[in-house]
């Protein structure tokens, strides 16, 4: 087959207008065509009065060498790739060698834990927190009274950060291998639509996330592997030998058992900070890495969609309009969107007491009054937080406990209107935007729990924005700090075979480690440490490749 890309329609035309527009563009009969399979769907608004969908498609023509020489040089045809998953390795029937074991249950966990049990390895899977409907009734508990659990919340669980969240299982990283394809089938096996495989930017909402990570969880159980709830590792066993080559020999649990291992895939989710103190006082090698700072910010989903669609405004083939925004700003600093939750809520997201952190999160089906994004600013290790591999952490730390103040002490979250903000005074009452933050807000100035050149950025960038998307910078628009959270403070630096660069037998993994951001690109990286995992057992008998 051939895959045609960019092929161009009106938006409301009719399913039988596919076959004409590919004969067109590929310039043959129709009696050539033989069959099309939809690849990839996506929509071009820049033109409000024109949209269009964008399709990628695989073809199977009569005399498909003959179209392709035709083409040769065109990248938009091309022959169809293989994106077959296929095993890098097998574990001999009844393996009983030395299990390998992944800390944390998050995207990167699931899936370095499901294709370890696909392979045969039986892992053993550990979480400080619980199965996610525990889980979310302790989230639950902060969200609507105001009540903490530092082992169980937004961040810890089953299903990680990404569980509570818009679910988007898109992503820009490089995947010459089609690994996020790997991802995206497990989860329609696992009960997602099957939309999100041919959808440009597919989600799948928390409320089905709970129920794909159960089955997933049930898929990994019944070919051999373990979970371990609320077992939070609080030590590193790590040999030195003769010639200085550190060795992970096993775990030290909060249950006060010792985990004898020497393979272990790191994917504990960028909130984990005791474990990366931990990790840093056993000398494993860890640098700071850049991350964001700022806050959430809503509009009314009914603004997005006209500023996005204008007339074609609901249409169901278009949906919630989202946004991707970007400023560079006279001081030097990055202003930008992130995670952009289409008819969404703004979600309390701390893992430690007596701080605030936000969030945003939304369900399938997109419905909720407001749309909300992340409106950050790009910060750097050697410019805003220097000297100390874990000093990223501190950074967030101090501007949390300052939202935590700011918003009263009782885990509601400061709050300021657009207008206010761009005057530099206090936010006293609400206007046309309605906050949908739980467990509350308090209205307040932002200028109190954020740093100057953050403010600053954010004040350059917000007319910007507003010149893109009109109402983006109405007075009335509402922002809720403080987001912190926007990936991990720091990096635990790996070599080629993805182990840690000064202790073999640790996997460094995620979003955690500093290889992912996002539940897709998680995932695929959690398959890698799998791999990885998979080939030191080769290397070491254990195993056969395949």
């Not at 097998?90 to 060698?97: H, I, M, N, S, Y």
Request: aromatic share 8%; glycine share 10%; net charge negative.
């Amino acid at each position: 087959m051939l895959r045609l890309s960019e092929l161009k329609l009106p938006l409301d035309h009719p399913p039988e207008a596919m076959a004409p527009a590919i004969c067109a563009r590929l310039g043959i009969a129709p009696d050539d065509l033989l069959e099309v399979k939809l690849w990839r769907r996506a929509h071009d608004a820049r033109r409000k009065s024109a949209i269009l969908m964008v399709y990628t498609v695989d073809v199977a023509l009569r005399d498909e060498a003959a179209v392709l020489e035709r083409f040769k040089g065109d990248s938009q045809v091309r022959p169809t790739p293989d994106t077959d998953y296929r095993f890098m390795a097998r574990a001999p029937e009844g393996f009983d060698g030395p299990r390998p074991v992944v800390i944390g249950a998050g995207p990167c966990g699931l899936f370095a834990g499901l294709v370890l049990a696909q392979m045969g390895f039986k892992p053993i899977i550990l979480d400080r927190g619980k199965v996610v409907r525990e889980r979310t009734k302790d989230t639950w508990a902060l969200w609507r009274k105001s009540e903490l659990n530092p082992e169980s919340n937004v961040q810890f669980g089953e299903g990680g950060a990404g569980t509570f969240s818009d679910g988007k299982l898109y992503s820009q990283i490089k995947d010459p291998r089609f690994l996020g394809r790997k991802v995206l089938e497990e989860f329609v096996a696992a009960g997602a639509p099957e939309e999100i495989l041919t959808e440009a930017h597919p989600h799948i909402g928390t409320f089905r996330l709970v129920h794909m990570v159960e089955n997933i969880r049930a898929l990994i159980e019944g070919l051999g592997g373990e979970y371990r709830w609320q077992h939070r590792v609080t030590d590193f066993e790590i040999e030195t030998g003769e010639d200085g080559a550190r060795k992970l020999k096993g775990l030290h649990l909060s249950t006060g058992e010792f985990l004898e291992t020497e393979h272990v895939v790191l994917a504990v989710g960028h909130s984990s900070r005791d474990t990366f103190q931990t990790l840093y006082d056993r000398g494993v090698h860890i640098e700071a890495k850049p991350f964001s700072i700022g806050v959430r910010i809503e509009h009314p989903q009914s603004w997005m969609d006209k500023a996005r669609f204008g007339a074609c405004a609901g249409h169901p083939d278009l949906g919630a309009a989202d946004y991707s925004l970007s400023h560079h700003c006279s001081n030097g600093r990055t202003v930008y969107s992130f995670c952009m939750c289409p008819g969404g809520t703004v979600v309390a997201a701390t893992s430690e007491p007596n701080r605030v952190v936000t969030n945003g999160m939304s369900q399938y089906s997109r419905n909720e009054r407001n749309a909300n994004s992340g409106f950050v600013v790009a910060i750097d290790p050697e410019r805003d937080y220097p000297g100390h591999p874990l000093a990223g952490i501190e950074f967030q730390r101090k501007w949390e406990s300052l939202a935590f103040t700011a918003g009263g002490g009782d885990y509601k979250a400061p709050a300021q209107k657009v207008g206010d903000f761009l005057a530099g005074r206090p936010s006293e009452a609400l206007g046309e935007v309605s906050p949908s933050y739980k467990p509350g807000i308090r209205m307040t100035d932002l200028a109190e729990c954020l740093p100057p050149f953050v403010l600053e950025a954010m004040r350059e960038a917000l007319p910007v924005f507003g010149r893109q998307i009109a109402g983006y910078d109405h007075p009335d628009v509402l922002m809720t700090g403080v987001e912190t959270r926007t990936s991990s403070p720091i990096r635990i630096t790996r070599g080629k075979d993805l182990q840690s660069l000064n202790t073999a037998g640790l996997f460094p993994a995620g979003e955690g480690a500093g290889y992912a951001g996002g539940i897709l690109s998680a995932g695929v990286d959690g398959i890698k440490a799998a791999e990885a995992v998979a080939a030191a057992y080769v290397a070491k008998g254990w195993a056969e490749a395949v």
